[in-house]
């Protein structure tokens, strides 16, 4: 079978699956039945049982991959719609995505450290909070481990995901601000795919502080890294 075919029958399966679980959800609402949650626990349990190496998967996960990027490009009009009440709350925004980027680098160094992790470890986990391909860049400028730092960031954005929602309604914060900012600082693009279901503000302030956040992490690591 040529690697077309075994790429289109991947991508198929993956499709398929992220289908079914999107009924789940709608049927089960919960952090455990999200969708990407769901999908991926599926895809790595199957490739694992199988014994089908990652890259024989990625033939089909590749075209997926693909269109990450339009994706994140397409972020760009709810923020484009929210421009207006985005100008209004402006000051609040950026000094929510600097706070929200540093507390985002500080959690994951000290938690690193604090379970006594080696140098390499805390380096990968350092930008777990921003966009895949910056954080892999901060990362190997850094001196940490890509596939690790790969890691990290699914986790941070999965988790956010799955359970920002439910920690913002426990905290009682309802401004949909606050609520994209602390999202879309803390789980990149996927928490912002969240952010966006629950409302266009959240959404677009979410997708903004991913934005911005990227950058100002990536100033930030180095030097916090260079204090410890």
Known sequence: MTNFWIGIIFLTISIVVYAITKKIYRKYPNPFTLPIFLTSGILIIGLGVSDISYQSYMLGGQWIDLFLGPIVVALALPLYRQLDLIKKYAQTIFIGIFAGSIIGIITGIIG???LGFEDWIIQSVAAKSVTTPVALSITDTAGGNLSFAAVFVMIAGISGAMFGPLILRLLRIKHPVSRGLGI????????????????DLDGAVSALSMTISAVVVSFLVPLFLSLL
Not at 185 to 196: D, P, Q
Request: zero cysteines; aromatic letters at 0%.
């Open 184 to 199: 879309g600082t803390a789980s990149h693009a996927i928490g912002t795919s969240k952010a966006l279901e629950l409302g």
């Open 112 to 114: 690193a450290k604090i």
